[in-house]
């Protein structure tokens, strides 16, 4: 089989973007535009992925870690001089080399897959990703000769009248036969408008020395989107929005409202889900049957059961079981371990706690580093009293414990099985099994009092 290579584009600083972050950083539906090319690529099986990045660009390397190689491209002079950068890597290697820009989050496995597959059937040496836009403006224009046969790319800014009014735009996706790229590159030259390296110039080049140049057209011109500014980020975000949702949607997932839903890439929903308006799903989340999420709800990074609820809610990298009850307005922080068949309602915070089949924490609580058995009752108002000021310390509160409302638990401390702590305690040694525990001072009534007073004014 042919050595297949793949060079990500990524230096440019994105000037368009006016922004702090690397263009290529920039997320879309919650994953960088970067990262999104080379997940597709990384399903390819190809050899090699080199990233050229910029100078100082260290958080596109941290983003993408070792799935790619990378080189560094200094001063950025052009697409053309972006790719010769690789020469350390491929120069006169036989194979195949896909060159995709870092700004195309859209683009999918399936379209790269197909160019590649023409490519190599028809034995091009260059095979240049095309499709057709009704407003082709800033992208640079596929011209053809007579024939229909693909002579060239003009940069819109190189562009005569004739040339602009062309709507066959290049995508920024190329394939080529990779010895002839690194030849070619070594001729093109700076002397156009922008004063750049154009990569798009090697088509021109290997067609004059008499090589197949090819163009292959997608149909899926949303696919081909190239981020340059915030209004195209926008763009790219609903159109990328909408195929994840439509993904789910046709394989059983309900989606109330699927303009306000906004679901990760990385996401996966079982069947007979449904998801209501204005909720955000983030990270590795996985949803299990029947569960209901939303209204309103963010969770990232989280494991949930089936036939749970949760709504108006934030979860974070916690796991969540079958027929929990979570919400309204509950925060479910990180390391959280919630067992079938919790309930946690309005206003409960929790935080790096495990709670055991059954529990109940249904108004107002904080339960910070706890561990709660099976079956326990947080009354309402209940704390865990986790942080002395230095130090974070465990509650661990046993089965089928009953805490009062508004008490309490002074960590560390232990509430053993089956005990009962009073509402309104202050709880600072541990309650053992089944003990009634009454921490607060004894009421006094006053008879009188009020009557006494008056007479007194
Ligand atoms: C480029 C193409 C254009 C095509 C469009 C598709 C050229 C000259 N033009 O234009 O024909 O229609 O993409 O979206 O190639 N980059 C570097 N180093 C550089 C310059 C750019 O790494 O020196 C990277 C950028 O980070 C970006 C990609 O290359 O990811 C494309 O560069 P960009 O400036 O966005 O090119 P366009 O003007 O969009
Ligand atoms: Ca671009």
Redesign the pocket.
């Known amino acids: 089989m042919t050595n297949r290579f793949a060079v990500v ?6 000037t368009r973007m006016k922004s702090k972050l690397y ?2 950083l920039h997320p879309v539906c919650g994953k960088p535009m970067v990262q999104h090319v080379v997940d597709q690529l990384n399903t390819l099986e190809l050899d090699q992925i080199i990233t ?1 990045v ?1 100078h100082g660009a260290e958080t596109v390397q941290d983003q993408l870690g070792d799935q790619t190689a990378y080189v560094v ?1 200094e ?8 790719v010769r950068m690789a020469d350390s890597y491929l120069e006169g290697k036989p194979g195949t080399t896909v060159v995709v ?4 989050p859209l683009l999918t496995s399936d379209t790269l897959n197909e160019l590649m597959e023409q490519h190599e059937s028809v034995q091009a040496k260059v095979t240049v990703l095309t499709t057709d836009i009704t407003d082709p403006t ?3 224009r596929v011209i053809r000769d007579g024939q229909g046969h693909v002579e060239k ?1 003009v ?1 819109e800014k190189d562009a005569s009248s004739d040339e602009k009014s062309v709507k066959e ?4 996706t190329y394939c080529f036969d990779n010895e002839l790229l690194f030849e070619s590159l070594k001729q093109v030259s700076n002397d156009n408008s ?1 004063g ?5 110039d090697v088509l021109e080049i290997a067609k004059n020395q008499g090589e197949k140049v090819a163009a292959f057209k997608t149909p899926n011109d949303e696919e ?1 989107i ?1 981020v ?1 500014d915030r209004v195209a980020l926008a763009n790219a975000e609903r159109l990328l929005r909408d195929r994840i949702n439509k993904e789910h949607m046709r394989a059983g997932v309900t989606i109330v409202d699927p303009q306000q839903t906004y679901i990760g890439p990385d996401v996966s929903i079982e069947a007979d889900v449904i998801i209501e308006p204005g909720s955000v799903i983030k990270g590795e989340t996985t949803i299990g049957a029947d569960t209901v999420i939303g209204p309103h709800t963010e969770l990232k990074d989280c494991q949930i059961g089936e036939r749970t609820l949760i709504k108006q809610s934030v979860v974070t990298e916690s796991h969540v079981g079958s027929d929990v009850q979570i919400g309204p307005f509950a925060h479910i922080r990180p390391d959280s371990y919630i067992q079938d068949e919790v309930k946690i309602g309005n206003f409960v915070e929790v935080k790096k706690t495990n709670m055991a089949k059954g529990s109940k924490a249904s108004h107002l609580s904080y339960l910070g580093d706890a561990k709660l058995g099976k079956d326990v009752n947080v009354g309402c108002g209940v704390i865990t009293v986790n942080y002395d000021g230095r130090k974070k310390h465990k509650t661990i509160i046993e089965d089928g414990a009953f805490i009062g409302c508004n008490a309490n638990l002074i960590a560390p401390v232990r509430i053993e099985e089956g005990a009962y702590v009073a509402a309104g305690s202050t709880i600072t040694k541990d309650v053992p099994e089944k003990a009634l525990s009454i921490a607060r001072s004894r009421q006094e009534n006053k008879e009188g009092y009020v009557e006494r007073l008056n007479k007194r004014s």
Do not use: F, R
């Open positions: 584009l990524a230096a440019g600083k994105g263009k290529v050229i910029g491209q001063e950025q002079l052009g697409t053309g001089h972006a820009c870092g700004d195309t800033g992208y640079g790319i940069e735009i290049n995508t920024g922008q750049e390296y154009y990569l798009p081909t190239g340059n």
